[in-house]
């Protein structure tokens, strides 16, 4: 639904509109004055990357049902406008931060971005020379006429438009050229200091090639131009019904990913009508998908000034992950395991114990067979790595590679190819369904037979992002959990019928309906007057069924507290609705990625920990994992760690309002008052920090 979420009584919040909510509380930490200033810069550049995303993954539905100016399912005429008008005061809040606020803060503290106009004149010799040497080479300009057409413009690619007078070298008055600045040129520069001065000044590339047009027209007079790009269409679509070989087409499609359906066109803010209107023209966008904007078209690329400034004070304390509080240093992980399962709450605890674990594996001489699934690891892996040594080592490995993991095919692809080249058996799970579950299984031959150790997780194995995003990881030697784990992996190489699993709950098979089993049973022992409590923490909401599901159980009275990051179609304390319903959303310093599903009927409870948010696509489009977790210590462990914490934080922390709009949990929602709230992040960051 668009527009005001409840014109009718029980509906759910429209998703797109959702996840630029989101991109707003991701924003707030650019505003937040107790945040380091190159970190709010930070916060700017990553709202620029999901609005990135948000365009080439969502918006082509809406601006195709527009141009055919009919309902297309959910998407409609009126559904592009309210949603381009949305993303439009995105925007405009982003630049005015960054023009406004950070900048001048910046300057303050001795770093500045130089315009042409502020530069003095050495320094507009320093720019000259640098561009002839090592810009202009690399630039090759583009004179349209019919001999050269309107060129193919990149995907998220920086380019500039210029309008010329006078005549070309065969007296023509082709006035338009085009000029596409390769990627492999870096998106700001650090200038050489002055003398004496500790400030640190920099020349973004857009600017020094504006400042210099004219010369790459010798002969002719540049009269207006601007800097441009253009967003594509990018998620990648296979018939994986009709391809005979996935790993090649998918590597087709990669090569035409950047030249997909255009979908938004960002400009200078200065830019003329006769060029805008020429380039909307140009990528057939209507007059909405024009974006003017007071500054770099990219502000993802803020990323590459940030990483040049040399000011600690400037940027987050760094937080040095401890070992875990369960693991002894040197002890072996088969030995430890099977005295206990163990958890793993990263990146408080360090991700090297995994990686500890699976290089274990490797060096063990009776360990026979390791199988993983791989679903975004990196492009350079040391796990990719241990698992080649494995095969040279005469052990069985077997990855699940699953390579339309989106932005990640081409990295998988090349996985996929050196583990195969080695001798590893690779599959790439079942035809139709992402592999997402995360699951590591190592077979071992002991005294009294075969045994099997295995990994499971909430995130991925990615020693960069293991960094950044909070998941927990859970080591077990539990002998029905990994036999499951063993059919599983059977089930996705051989693609037989599973079995009956003994304790773990897999989709497409079986997850959504267990979840929805279990919403509903808390919905009818709350109706007979039993007290009912359901916690969730996840990513996104945005399965109907689910979110339908857990409305009944509110209106029988359970009481219901969901922590969802990101996108939330469960409207809250809606009355008649979801009046025991809470949404709280935690935006922090760590990207929360951890998925824990909480129910307790009566004294009865249980804990699941899953690789799958509440999304369509994760119950009935996915190999997705869900396994309880039973050992007393480790629940109250996570209940108190990633659902008590979350639950009371109000620093970090916005609610969900029944009209769909979030508020700060905390009452002073910004400024000094910050201080006296509570975080959830930075308890654990302190609790596991003294610990190490």
């Given at each position: ?105 910046l300057e303050k503290k001795g770093i500045k971005l130089i315009s042409h106009g502020e530069r003095n ?241 490797v060096e063990d001489p009776d360990v026979l067979a390791i199988k993983q699934t791989i679903y975004r ?233 899953s690789s799958a948010d509440w999304m369509n696509r994760n119950m009935l489009r996915r190999i997705e ?68």
């Amino acid at each position: 639904m668009i527009g005001n979420p409840l014109q009718q009584k029980q509906s759910f919040l429209d998703r797109d509109h959702s996840i630029l909510a989101f991109n707003e509380r991701v924003m707030d930490w650019a505003r937040r004055p107790d945040v380091p200033l190159l970190e709010r810069l930070r916060y700017l550049s990553i709202v620029s990357s999901n609005l990135d995303e948000f365009f080439e993954v969502r918006v082509a539905p809406h601006l195709t049902a527009a141009r055919a100016n009919e309902q297309r399912g959910p998407y409609t005429s009126s559904s592009y406008e309210q949603l381009s008008d949305k993303v439009h005061a995105v925007v405009a809040q982003q630049y005015a931060i960054y023009n406004d606020e950070l900048l001048p803060l910046l300057e303050k503290k001795g770093i500045k971005l130089i315009s042409h106009g502020e530069r003095n004149a050495r320094q507009r010799r320093w720019v000259k020379e640098f561009f002839i040497k090592e810009v202009q080479p690399l630039l090759m300009p583009v004179g349209l006429d019919p001999a050269h057409p309107f060129p193919q413009v990149a995907n998220k690619s920086l380019n500039f438009i210029v309008r010329l007078t006078g005549k070309d070298a065969f007296g023509r008055e082709n006035e338009i050229a085009i000029v596409k600045v390769p990627r492999i040129l870096p998106r700001f520069f650090r200038m050489p200091p002055v003398k004496g001065s500790r400030q640190t000044h920099f020349v973004s590339i857009s600017s020094l090639i504006r400042s210099h047009l004219n010369d790459l027209f010798p002969g002719r007079q540049v009269t207006e131009f601007s800097q441009f790009r253009v967003t594509r269409h990018s998620d990648l679509a296979v018939d994986e019904e009709e391809v005979k070989n996935l790993r090649t087409a998918l590597r087709k499609g990669l090569q035409q990913r950047h030249y997909g359906q255009a979908l938004r066109l960002e400009v200078s803010a200065g830019c003329s009508l006769h060029l805008s209107n020429f380039l909307l023209e140009q990528f057939a966008l209507p007059e909405r998908a024009l974006y003017r904007v007071p500054g770099p078209v990219n502000l993802v690329r803020l990323n590459q000034l940030i990483d040049q400034v040399d000011a600690p004070a400037l940027r987050f304390e760094t937080y040095n992950a401890g070992w875990p509080a369960q693991l002894t240093p040197g002890q072996s992980y088969f030995e430890r395991l099977r005295q206990g399962d163990v958890l793993i709450h990263q990146p408080y605890e360090s991700f090297d114990a995994v990686l500890g674990f699976l290089r274990e594996a490797v060096e063990d001489p009776d360990v026979l067979a390791i199988k993983q699934t791989i679903y975004r690891t990196g492009a350079k892996s040391e796990l990719m790595n241990l698992l080649r040594e494995a095969v040279r080592r005469g052990k069985e490995v077997t990855a699940v590679v699953e390579l339309k993991a989106r932005f990640d095919e081409e990295a998988n692809i090349n996985y996929a190819e050196r583990l195969e080249s080695v001798g590893a058996q690779v599959v790439y799970g079942v035809v139709g369904l992402k592999t997402h579950a995360k699951m590591l299984l190592v077979t071992r031959r002991e005294a009294n037979g075969l045994r099997r150790y295995a990994h499971l997780s909430t995130g991925n194995y990615n020693p960069a992002t293991a960094r950044l995003y909070t998941d927990l990881s859970y080591l077990t030697a539990d002998d029905a959990l990994t036999a499951d784990l063993e059919q599983i992996f059977l089930h996705l190489a051989s693609q037989n019928r599973l079995p009956r699993l003994n304790k773990a709950l897999i989709a497409p098979f079986h997850l959504h309906k267990a979840m929805l089993d279990k919403v509903e049973a808390a919905g009818a022992a709350a109706k007979a007057g039993q007290d009912a409590r359901i916690v969730l923490k996840m990513n996104a909401l945005t399965d109907e069924p689910l979110a339908r599901a857990l409305a009944v159980a509110s209106q029988h009275g359970v009481k219901i507290d969901l922590v969802v990051r990101g996108a939330c179609i469960l409207p809250a304390q809606v009355p008649g609705f979801t009046d025991n319903v809470r949404v709280r959303s935690v935006i922090g310093r760590l990207l929360e990625h951890s998925r824990v599903s909480y129910f307790r009927i009566g004294e009865t409870d249980e804990l699941w920990l899953s690789s799958a948010d509440w999304m369509n696509r994760n119950m009935l489009r996915r190999i997705e994992l869900a396994w309880p977790v039973t050992d007393h210590a480790l629940r109250n462990r996570i209940i108190d760690e990633c659902l008590q914490a979350y639950l009371h934080d109000t620093k970090d922390a916005w609610l969900l309002r029944p009209d769909g709009t979030y508020v700060p949990a905390g009452a002073s929602g910004s400024g000094k008052g910050r201080a006296t709230l509570h975080s959830a992040q930075a308890s654990l960051m302190a609790l596991y920090g003294s610990r190490g």
